[in-house]
């Protein structure tokens, strides 16, 4: 997890920003969580607090002041997004205390959590000073905090979901070779595997990823079909029309993950 310096535009530096994405940092209360560490990813050079200030500032905390708070106290909000805002307070006082800190309200608070969890961290520059960089490889959420069932299902089905699923749209193309969506394909996990230029154990995989949607079906056992057995998948096009998107921003600024098993055939 050392800190380096990157070039601008490098696969590194692109590699440190997806794995704040694609590792589920953006649902993790306060919401300026994977804000910050994706800011620190995507810096050339570890940097200090005052170079960050900039990054904080907005019109509740016009000077990027790090006692100001992580929660954005200023903004308005109904009675539903106050219990949502309750709630994820209530989170991350119970990740703080994971590592015997006091509740997070400052943004200075959060910074102090991300460091204890090994998510940042402080390295002494040339001139003495302190300086910030995000970790590499980032851990996931449920490697460092304490996540509930919820959360461990919805973190567990984003990193599946990141996995996986540029290999789950290559198994989809083969419903629509030439335009015309067909409602069956009949394969094996292998010859998926060399669709997919993969593994059949990533084949598999993606195939799960695609029966959880409910809009794909398969009446062979994936879980445990040998790589070489043929089975025959199926999609229902109106489902996955109405139904695909499932990742999106909630109320509070977090990615927001509805798994299969929340939306049951009514989602």
């Known amino acids: 997890m050392t800190a380096v310096s990157l070039p601008d535009g490098s696969q590194d530096q ?15 209360p306060p919401p300026m969580t994977g804000l910050l560490l994706m800011a620190l990813a995507s810096r050339r050079e570890p940097v200090t607090r005052e170079d ?15 006692k100001a708070s992580c929660w954005d106290d200023g903004h308005e909000r109904d009675a539903e997004e106050l219990a949502d805002l309750e709630a994820a307070r209530t989170t991350a006082a119970r990740y703080a205390a994971h590592y015997e800190l006091p509740p997070v309200c400052t943004l200075s608070d959060m910074l102090t959590l991300l460091i204890a969890a090994g998510l940042v961290r402080e390295l002494p520059g040339a001139d003495g000073q302190l300086r910030l ?41 083969l419903f629509d070779p030439s335009g015309v969506r067909g409602q ?4 094996s996990l292998d010859r ?21 949607q409910q809009d794909f079906t ?15 998948l199926r999609c229902d096009w109106p489902g996955f029309d109405a139904h695909r998107m499932r990742v999106r921003r909630g109320r509070e ?10 939306r049951g055939d009514s989602a």
Do not use: M
Not at 133 to 140: E, I, K, S, T
């Open 14 to 28: 692109h590699e440190r920003i997806h794995s704040v994405i694609g590792g589920g940092w953006l649902r993790v």
């Open 52 to 66: 960050l200030r900039p990054f904080l500032r907005n019109s509740a905390n016009p000077s990027g002041d790090w």
């Open 133 to 173: 960089a995000a970790a590499f490889p980032l851990p996931g959420p449920h490697e460092v905090f304490p996540l509930d069932a919820e959360e461990q299902a919805a973190q567990g089905w984003l990193r599946r979901h990141n996995a996986y699923h540029g290999d789950a749209a290559g198994i989809i193309a």
């Open 184 to 187: 069956e394909i009949t394969t």
């Open 192 to 212: 998926l595997a060399r669709v997919i230029d993969g593994h059949p154990h990533d084949a598999r995989e993606a195939v799960r990823l695609l029966l959880e």
């Open 218 to 232: 398969t009446a062979a056992d994936i879980s445990a079909l040998p790589s070489h057995k043929v089975f025959r």
């Open 253 to 262: 600024g977090q990615l927001s993950v509805t798994t299969a098993a929340e």
